[in-house]
Structures are given as structure tokens and as C-alpha cells.
């Protein structure tokens, strides 16, 4: 089955700084890899996502780049300010409704 | 309001009862997960569901249930033989169909048993 591998598990950055997560997957059938946000005692929500078919996606702040040959995509966050503190996740998926691969997650501490 | 509820938001039980953890979307999704969550680490697939009536077991089913005989509902039972239940519980759906991947999580229960 797949495997996800996550680094680091905790991050910490000056305010203002960037930040980066990394994510390596082992199934190369996976095409759809979304990253989540964790706040303490809350379900994960989406921030941003991929599709294999993609290699560069940006939201304002936020940047997730794929790698399909090496199998790795990456979380980019520019100007990190306190609210962004919170558990990061990744994860790797096949199709539509299908399963999805969770990695181990990023505490992310934002120090102002 | 759409979304997914999931409750009771925290759950105590005695050890060698069954429990059986609610989750609801009116979101008309077609797809539904079960994560467990333990502290420090990332969410493990229980149970999913890609349409009423049918479900798959994720990678950590041993020790639970589910039934999907509602396209709204996909309700969770911790078994007794669930050897370490206690755990945070987090219920997602997804469209299963069209354009959008993304799995819409709910907030979760913290279900202890002692």
C-alpha cells in the first residue's frame, strides 16, 4: 500500500520567515495530494491541494510544488505570522473517493 | 448550514462496552472516511464508504464497525475487541464524483475508555 513519510515533525520560525514541509509518497499511481491544517482540538481542514498533473500550485501565501518522478511534493508558507501555528498534514490519494495516505504531520510553531 | 457533525464532541465509556460514534453530512456526498487520531501522530484510516450500502476496511478496521445504510450517515461502533480505543475520532466525507477531491472533516470526538 502506499506509504507517506512527512519532515520535519516540528518546525519552528521567526514571524515573517518562510517555512517548508516535505512530503515523500511511495505509490506512483497516487495523483491527488492535498495539505491539511490542524488547529488544537479541530478536524483538519484544506488549504491547499495538487493533481499529478500539475507541478506548481499558489494561494496567496501558500505554495505546494510536485515532484511526480522523484515522488515528493512540498508545502511552501512565505511570511509566516502567528496564526499560522498548527499542525500540518500531508497526504497521498488515488481517484475520486478513494483512500487517502496520511503523513505523520508538522507542528509549526509561528514565534513572534 | 452544510457540513458534517459529528457527536457526542467528547465520549467516556468503561472498559468491555461497545460504543457507537454519530457522523452526519447533508453535504450530499457520496463518500465517507473514519480516521483515528492518537496524540502526536497522523490519521490512520479505519473504515471508508464510496457508496451507500457498501464500505471498505481501511488500514486499522480490527476492533470496529461501521454501516452505511443512509448516504448521510456512516455511523462508527468501537467494539470491545478494540484493544486501545481511546483515541480522538474524526469522520470526513467527500464528493466521490466530479471535479473536487478534497474530504471535508468534521470536528471530531474524543472518545476515552477507562
Known amino acids: 500500500g502506499e506509504n507517506v513519510e512527512q519532515h520535519p515533525s516540528t518546525l519552528s520560525v521567526q514571524e515573517g520567515d518562510s517555512a517548508v514541509i516535505k512530503c515523500t509518497y511511495s505509490d506512483s499511481a497516487s495523483n491527488y495530494f492535498p495539505w491539511y491544517k490542524q488547529e488544537l482540538g479541530k478536524g483538519p481542514q484544506l488549504i491547499i491541494d495538487?493533481?499529478?498533473?500539475?507541478g506548481e500550485k499558489k494561494d496567496q501565501r501558500i505554495a505546494v510544488t510536485l515532484n511526480k518522478t522523484a515522488k515528493h511534493f512540498s508545502l511552501h508558507i512565505t511570511e509566516t505570522q502567528p496564526e499560522d501555528s498548527a499542525v500540518y498534514f500531508c497526504a497521498a490519494s488515488k481517484g475520486r473517493g478513494g483512500k487517502s495516505t496520511f503523513g505523520d504531520g508538522t507542528t509549526l510553531t509561528v514565534k513572534p | 448550514d452544510g457540513g458534517i457533525t459529528q457527536s457526542p464532541k467528547y465520549l467516556f465509556r468503561k472498559e468491555g462496552q461497545n460504543v457507537t460514534l454519530s457522523c452526519e453530512q447533508n453535504?450530499?456526498?457520496?463518500?465517507m472516511y473514519w480516521y483515528r487520531q492518537d496524540p502526536g501522530q497522523g490519521l490512520r484510516l479505519i473504515y471508508y464508504?464510496?457508496?451507500?450500502?457498501?464500505?471498505q476496511k481501511g488500514d486499522i478496521a480490527e476492533g470496529y464497525s461501521v454501516s452505511r445504510e443512509k448516504k448521510e450517515s456512516f455511523p462508527l461502533t468501537v467494539t470491545s475487541a478494540q484493544k486501545n480505543p481511546t483515541a480522538f475520532y474524526l469522520c470526513?466525507?467527500?464528493?466521490?464524483?466530479?471535479?473536487?477531491?478534497?474530504?471535508?472533516f468534521g470536528p471530531g470526538t474524543r472518545l476515552t475508555v477507562t
Open positions: 464508504s464510496q457508496i451507500v450500502n457498501d464500505f
Open positions: 495538487i493533481r499529478s498533473n500539475v
Open positions: 470526513a466525507s467527500s464528493p466521490g464524483q466530479g471535479a473536487s477531491y478534497e474530504q471535508y
Open positions: 453535504l450530499n456526498h457520496d463518500a
